[in-house]
């Protein structure tokens, strides 16, 4: 079963069971979905569609972080209960141990040696960690096993 159809079924499975609150998460999610869809006109592929969903959870971080320092921890609570239904949709992150695992792998396929060498080395790790590492700890991790 493919992302969409998963979000689509997950839908209908809130409306039947009156969960409003994870109902307007999934509208939310299909709904950037199908704008992408309609503006690319191309039907997204899970890969894409991961895409758009970690875009959203970014949106939201960073949303929370700024109600945070506004004092509105009403509309924090809002984002995070967004951010963790898109996450259920997310694959499970991986843990920094195995991120360089593949940033090693990638440096020996390479032949990386510097910092000059960080745009090839990202090139190579994003489509292989998507949606399961933060691109900036990679990014950070990168630039410290280059470092030294």
């Known amino acids: 079963m493919t992302l969409k159809q998963q979000l689509t079924d997950d839908m ?3 409306m039947k069971g009156g969960d409003k609150d994870r109902l307007g998460v999934i509208r939310l999610v299909l709904a950037a979905i199908k ?3 309609v503006d690319e006109r191309i039907e997204l592929d899970d890969a894409a569609v991961l ?3 970690e875009k959203m959870v970014k949106q939201r971080r960073d949303s929370v ?7 509105r921890e009403d509309l924090a609570a809002v984002e995070r209960y967004e951010i963790g239904v898109i996450d259920a949709y997310l694959p499970a992150k991986l843990d920094e141990s195995a ?3 593949h ?5 020996a396929s390479t032949g990386a040696t510097g910092p000059a060498d960080m745009g090839k080395l990202m090139g190579v790790l994003k489509p292989a960690l998507a949606g399961q ?6 990014s950070a991790l990168i630039r410290k096993r280059l470092a030294g």
């Open 35 to 37: 704008q992408r869809e």
């Open 12 to 14: 209908k499975a809130a």
């Open 103 to 107: 940033i090693d792998a990638a440096i």
């Open 133 to 138: 590492a933060d691109m900036g700890q990679v």
């Open 99 to 101: 991120i360089l695992a």
């Open 65 to 71: 972080s700024q109600y945070e320092a506004a004092a």
């Open 51 to 53: 895409a758009v969903l």
